[in-house]
Nanobody, 120 residues
Framework: VQLQASGGGLVQAGGSLRLSCAAS????????MGWYRQTPGKQRDLVVT???????NYADSVQGRFTISRDNAKNTVYLQMNSLKPEDTGVYYC???????????????WGQGTLVTVSS
């Protein structure tokens, strides 16, 4: 399975972007799927993720500004980012823990990353 992320770019503070993450093949089950952010010299931090129950866990810094959604038919997760701030700048990585067969293992997958730059 490959995770194809897209939608990053340059935006002014206060603006919006929408990221997409599409899995390259059909999926038998998803434990977690969401987004992480990394800035130079720092670890990759959770932004938001869907759990298997369907609930979304947001980082405190994005709560109320970012919204995760999904299209199960397209095996795609979206991240709507509003009221962007310069501190939201970073490379956003799509992450998923999923399996492609009903009785298969649950490996972790990462997308290639998409750069979001928010100018002040």
């Amino acid at each position: 399975v490959q995770l194809q992320a897209s939608g990053g770019g340059l935006v002014q503070a206060g603006g919006s972007l929408r990221l997409s993450c599409a899995a390259s093949r059909s999926i038998a089950g998803i434990a977690h799927m969401g987004w992480y952010r990394q800035t130079p010299g720092k670890q990759r931090d959770l932004v938001v993720t869907f759990t298997s129950s369907g609930s979304a866990n947001y980082a405190d810094s994005v709560q109320g500004r970012f919204t995760i959604s999904r299209d199960n038919a397209k095996n795609t997760v979206y991240l709507q980012m509003n009221s962007l701030k310069p501190e939201d700048t970073g490379v956003y990585y799509c992450n998923a823990v999923l399996r492609t067969s009903v009785l298969g293992p649950w490996p972790t997958y990462w997308g290639q990353g998409t750069l979001v730059t928010v100018s002040s």
